[in-house]
C-alpha cells in the first residue's frame, strides 16, 4: 500500500500546482453563478413594477433567454472544470495507488452486479455513478467505482401518474473475487439498533428467500454487525475467526455503514456516505490537502479489504 | 359461573404454554442432533482423503512408514461405526494432530512437496478442514442454545420431565497452533 508520505509528496509536486491552476476558474464559475442568481432576482424585481403587458412579456422573454443561455455556458464551462479535476488530480491518485488500475471518470459499475450483490431490500432499476475502477491484485480481481442506485416508485391520483425516482444509497460499491466457493448467500450487515426488546430479527427476507440470523463468537464484531445467512455453517465458513477481525478493522476505518455479501463467487461491498465523492469543489478553495487525502482513503477501500481479508491466500479448492 | 369460566381460561393458558415449550424443547433437541450430523459428514470427508494421502505420501517418502501406518490405523478405528459423538471427535483431535505430523515430515521430500498430487491434496484437506471448523462452531452454538433452553425458568421444569440433559461444547482443537511432537506419534 502507498504511504501518505508518498501521497503528500505527489501533492506537493503535482497535484497543488495542478489545482492552484484550476482555482481561477473555480471562481469564474462562481461568480457566474452569482451573477446569474442577482440578473435573475433583478429582473424579477423590474418584472414585478411594469405595468404593460407588451413591454413585460418582451423583457420577460429576452430576461429568460439570457439566463437560459448563461446556465448552459456555466454547465458547459464546469463539465469541462470537472473533466481536468477528474484527468489530472483523481487519476493521479490512482496512478499512485497502481499504476496498473485502470480508471474511468464516467464510468460506474452495472447496474446488473450491483443487483445481483442483494445487499438491500430493493432492486436498482436505474443507476448513476462515476470514478470507476478496476484492477487485480495477485489472483483477486476487483471492481470499484461511486454509485447511486435508484427505483421508480409511481403514484396514480385522479389518473394522473407520477412517477419518483427514490434513491436506494449513496455512496462507494466494490467487489471482488473471494477466494472460497460459496453455495448460498450471507450477508453481513451493519448492526440494527432497533432492538425494542433486545431481540435481533430472527430472519432477513430477499427475494422471497429467507435468511436465518447467525450469532457468532467474536464479540465485537457482533456489536458492529448482524449475519443473515443461507447456511449457518456455510456462514461460519465463511466468517472464519480471522476474518471476523478483518472486519472489524475495516469497520474501524471506514465506519458503520458497510454492507457485505458473499454470494457466487464474490464478495460484494456497499459503503454509504449521502454526499457526493470525489468531485471538484465550487463553493471553498479546492487546493486543499484535506481533499486530496480523503480520495486517497477512498480509493484505499480496495486493498484494505483485499489485504485485511486476506484474500489472495488461495490454499483450500478455490484457485 | 364466572369463577368456572377464569379457572379454564387459566388452565387452557398454562397448557398451551407448556405445550409450547415442549415444542420448543423438542425442535432444540432436534437441531443438536442435526447440527451434529452436518459435523459427521465433514468429518467422514476427511477420512476418506486418508487413503490418497497415505498412497501420495509413499511414493516418495517411504520413510515415514509408521507416520503413515499411524494414520491408517485411525482411520480404521474411526470408520469402524461403533463410536460415540465424543469419541468420534476424540479420535478427529487425534487424525488432525497425525495429518500436521505428516505435513512436518513432508518438508523433508521436496518433490513430493512440488507434485500436483499432493497440491491438490493439500488443498482439498485445507478445504476440509475449513469446513469442520464452521461445523464445529456452529456445533457448539447450537449447544449453547439448547443448554440455555434446558436450564432457564420455567423451562427447566419440562426439561426435567423430558429428562433432557445438559451437553459440553466442544473445544475445537487448536491445532494449528499447537507443536507437532513427531516423536509422540511414534510412541503413541
Known sequence: M????????????????????????????????????????????????????????????????????????????????????????VSKIIKLINPEYQYDANRHIDMHEFNESNLFSTKAERCQGDDYVEGKIESTDFK??????????????????????????????????FNKHIQGTTFVLPDKADRLLGIKRKNLKRDKENYELVNLENPEFEKIYDVYGSSQVEARYILTPAIMEAMVTIAKKYGRNMYFSFKGERLYCAVLYNKPLFEPRIKKSGVNYADVEEMFHLFGLIETIIHEMNLNTRIWTKE | MTTGIIIIGVVAVLLISIIGMYNSLIRKRNEVDNAFGGMDVQLKKRYDLIPNLVATVKQYANHEKSLLEKITELRSKATSGKLSNDEKVALDNQISESFKGIMVAVENYPDLKASDNFINLQRTMNEVESQISAARRTYNAVITDYNNSIQVFPKN?????????????????EVERQNVNVNNLFNN
Not at chain 1, 429568460?64 to 456555466?74: F, G, P, R
Not at chain 2, 426435567?160 to 466442544?170: A, N, P, Q, T
Open chain 2, 157 to 173: 421444569i419440562i426439561a426435567g420431565f423430558m429428562h433432557l440433559k445438559r451437553k459440553e461444547v466442544f473445544v475445537i482443537a
Open chain 1, 2 to 89: 502507498r504511504s501518505t508520505e508518498q501521497l503528500r509528496n505527489l501533492y506537493h509536486t503535482e497535484l497543488k500546482d495542478q489545482l492552484a491552476g484550476m482555482e481561477k476558474e473555480r471562481i469564474r464559475i462562481k461568480r457566474l453563478k452569482i451573477a446569474t442568481a442577482i440578473f435573475g432576482f433583478i429582473l424579477f424585481l423590474i418584472l414585478q413594477n411594469i405595468y404593460k403587458p407588451g413591454i413585460a412579456i418582451t423583457i420577460g422573454i429576452i430576461g429568460v433567454i439570457i439566463i437560459l443561455a448563461a446556465v448552459v455556458y456555466i454547465f458547459m464551462r464546469y463539465t469541462t472544470y470537472r473533466n481536468q479535476f477528474k484527468q489530472e488530480v
Open chain 1, 144 to 177: 470499484f467505482s461511486e454509485l447511486n442506485p435508484t427505483y421508480k416508485v409511481e403514484t396514480r391520483e385522479d389518473g394522473k401518474t407520477t412517477t419518483e425516482w427514490h434513491s436506494i444509497y449513496r455512496g462507494l460499491f466494490f467487489h471482488a473475487d
